[in-house]
């Protein structure tokens, strides 16, 4: 049984930072990548960053230069730093395991990120 587990959420002032966690445990076949989602209330989830088992890596535009996703191959994590955070940062984070194929998605609890003054 495959369970991700996210840590690191919080509230923070604009311009503030914060470090998300996922630890991923139990086996995991045809992975393509671990990444983040977000989603605010009423909207679809979207892509925040990925990083593929090559380690490729994809950002959404508006996170470009604050945001960093990266790894721990061996313990199967996988990080969010966030600085120069924005209101519009403010979401439930989900941590995602995406698979190839139509093998299917694992994803985390979420963790909320909330960006306030």
């Known amino acids: 049984q495959v369970q991700l587990v996210e840590s690191g959420g919080g509230s923070v002032l604009p311009g503030g930072s914060l470090r998300l966690s996922c630890l991923a445990s139990g086996r995991i076949d045809n992975m393509y990548a671990m990444a983040w989602r977000r989603q605010t209330p009423g909207k679809q989830p979207e892509l925040v960053a990925r990083?593929?088992?090559?380690?490729?890596?994809y950002y959404r535009d508006s996170v470009k230069g604050r945001f960093t996703i990266s790894r721990d191959i061996a313990k199967n994590a996988v990080y969010l730093q966030m600085n120069s955070l924005k209101p519009e940062d403010t979401a439930i984070y989900y941590c995602v395991v995406e698979r190839y194929g139509s093998s299917g998605d694992y994803w985390g609890q979420g963790t909320q990120v909330t960006v306030s003054s």
């Open positions: 990083i593929t088992r090559l380690g490729d890596i």
